[in-house]
């Protein structure tokens, strides 16, 4: 009942985006994801009501999408290549918003794969790959993989994104971090995510772990990549997926939690915005409210945290609207395993202007992590300035 009369005070949202620029805290992250400015400032400029986000993300994938066929046909490979890798990342929020397997939805995702095809086409078949993971039940794990530059088996990461986002968004095959310090990544579709949403692959508390392992067994399978060096980097939801992820799996040697949920869920699931709410209800098939407290205090990561043995950072903002640095420190201090926290002065849960900072880091550290450079005992908390 709670959530439903929160829900219900949509003129509340409706004046927020009247007079404030409500994509304006996400534009830093759409743009180290490979969203181009200029196509977020014209679209979210566009964007007057919540109604209007999904018709104005369209528009604009929709036109992305034609500059690509007209480039295609004019014999253009390389541009034709990133106006479809725009227009699938463009489609992205749109189907974000449609917390529902609606035909309208589907239809969007449909447009979304298409594009990110195209792209992979065009771009560079060699080391970008759409591959699909064995899971349970006859179901399979979307993914896309990246391999690194080079002949000989390379590091790893295991790519987790936040329940808001999908694999398509990071790395950007243009810049991706990782694969300049010669890691490949995959990046997946887990329980509950893009893709696996619209095949109703639901999330539950505990099969999130089992399709990172499902993911690492895929990995062991592929003579590109060096098995004894498997990372995981998982951010927002993810920050709480990936270390459930190294808790179950003692091939994983090194976990990265930014922009962290880590322990109790009530701050983002009572206290945040009601979308958040209504969106992992959706991903998780579950719409009775008292059924969806229970599931969600259990969504902890308190009882794992003695099987976590490897290279861990946990990084988070300041003053974090969805999960209290309290929580990152007393994580932190329970962790027996080599550990850094990272705090980013008065930033909140995207890290703001210091997320292009915080993309080269934490490469850096995974990098660091897997080469074998925390040893026993390591415990460091590092405290960004604010600039």
Same mark, same amino acid.
């Given at each position: 009942?709670?959530?439903?009369?929160?829900?219900?005070?949509?003129?509340?949202?409706?004046?927020? /985006?009247?007079?404030?620029?409500?994509?304006?805290?996400?534009?830093?992250?759409?743009?180290?994801?490979?969203?181009?400015?200029?196509?977020?400032?014209?679209?979210?400029?566009?964007?007057?009501?919540?109604?209007?986000?999904?018709?104005? *993300?369209?528009?604009?994938?929709?036109?992305?999408?034609?500059?690509?066929?007209?480039?295609? !046909?004019?014999?253009?490979?390389?541009?034709?290549?990133?106006?479809?890798?725009?227009?699938?990342?463009?489609?992205?929020?749109?189907?974000?918003?449609?917390?529902?397997?609606?035909?309208?939805?589907?239809?969007?995702?449909?447009?979304?794969?298409?594009?990110?095809?195209?792209?992979?086409?065009?771009?560079?078949?060699?080391?970008?790959?759409?591959?699909?993971?064995?899971?349970?039940? %006859?179901?399979?794990?979307?993914?896309?993989?990246?391999?690194?530059?080079? &002949?000989?088996?390379?590091?790893?990461?295991?790519?987790?994104? %936040?329940?808001?986002?999908?694999?398509?968004?990071?790395?950007?095959?243009?810049? &991706?971090?990782?694969?300049?310090?010669?890691?490949?990544?995959?990046?997946?579709?887990?329980? %509950?995510?893009?893709?696996?949403?619209?095949?109703? &692959?639901?999330?539950?508390?505990?099969?999130?772990?089992?399709?990172?392992?499902?993911?690492?067994?895929?990995?062991?399978?592929?003579?590109?990549?060096?098995?004894?060096?498997?990372?995981? /980097?998982?951010?927002?939801?993810?920050?709480? *997926?990936?270390?459930?992820?190294?808790?179950?799996?003692?091939?994983?040697?090194?976990?990265?939690?930014?922009?962290?949920?880590?322990?109790?869920?009530?701050?983002?699931?009572?206290? %945040?915005?009601?979308?958040?709410? !209504? &969106? /992992?209800?959706?991903?998780?098939?579950?719409?009775?409210?008292?059924?969806?407290?229970?599931?969600?205090?259990?969504?902890?990561?308190?009882?794992?945290?003695?099987?976590?043995?490897?290279?861990?950072?946990?990084?988070?903002?300041?003053?974090?609207?969805?999960?209290?640095?309290?929580?990152?420190?007393?994580?932190?201090? !329970?962790?027996?395993?080599?550990?850094?926290?990272?705090?980013?002065?008065?930033?909140?849960?995207?890290?703001?202007?210091?997320?292009?900072?915080? /993309?080269?880091?934490?490469?850096? *550290?995974?990098?660091?992590?897997?080469?074998?450079?925390?040893?026993?005992?390591?415990?460091?908390?590092?405290?960004?300035?604010?600039?």
């Amino acid at each position: 009942m709670l959530d439903h009369t929160r829900r219900g005070q949509k003129w509340i949202t409706e004046e927020f /985006y009247k007079v404030l620029d409500v994509f304006g805290f996400r534009a830093v992250m759409f743009v180290e994801w490979g969203f181009r400015p200029a196509d977020v400032r014209r679209t979210t400029e566009r964007i007057k009501a919540p109604a209007a986000v999904v018709k104005e *993300w369209v528009r604009t994938a929709r036109q992305e999408e034609e500059l690509a066929r007209e480039a295609e !046909a004019s014999g253009h490979r390389e541009s034709a290549a990133e106006f479809f890798y725009r227009a699938a990342l463009y489609y992205g929020p749109a189907c974000g918003v449609i917390h529902e397997n609606t035909p309208r939805k589907l239809e969007l995702y449909r447009r979304l794969v298409h594009c990110y095809e195209k792209f992979i086409e065009l771009f560079d078949e060699a080391f970008v790959h759409r591959v699909e993971i064995p899971f349970e039940n %006859g179901k399979t794990i979307p993914a896309i993989l990246q391999t690194a530059p080079g &002949n000989r088996p390379a590091p790893c990461v295991l790519v987790v994104p %936040g329940m808001d986002t999908i694999k398509e968004y990071m790395p950007s095959p243009y810049h &991706n971090h990782f694969r300049r310090r010669g890691m490949a990544t995959l990046t997946i579709d887990g329980p %509950g995510q893009g893709e696996s949403n619209i095949r109703e &692959n639901w999330v539950t508390l505990d099969n999130f772990e089992r399709a990172g392992s499902a993911a690492i067994d895929f990995l062991q399978a592929r003579p590109e990549i060096d098995a004894s060096r498997i990372g995981v /980097y998982g951010w927002s939801m993810g920050s709480y *997926w990936g270390p459930r992820i190294a808790a179950h799996d003692p091939r994983v040697k090194a976990v990265a939690g930014a922009m962290g949920v880590y322990l109790q869920k009530d701050t983002i699931f009572k206290h %945040g915005k009601p979308a958040y709410r !209504a &969106n /992992y209800k959706y991903m998780s098939n579950i719409y009775d409210e008292d059924a969806f407290d229970e599931m969600s205090a259990r969504m902890t990561l308190e009882p794992l945290i003695e099987n976590i043995r490897c290279p861990t950072l946990l990084a988070m903002g300041e003053f974090d609207e969805l999960c209290p640095l309290e929580d990152a420190e007393s994580l932190f201090e !329970a962790l027996r395993c080599p550990k850094e926290l990272w705090v980013y002065e008065n930033e909140t849960h995207t890290f703001g202007s210091r997320l292009p900072d915080f /993309y080269l880091q934490v490469a850096d *550290w995974m990098r660091d992590a897997l080469q074998g450079r925390f040893g026993p005992g390591h415990a460091r908390r590092v405290d960004h300035p604010a600039r």
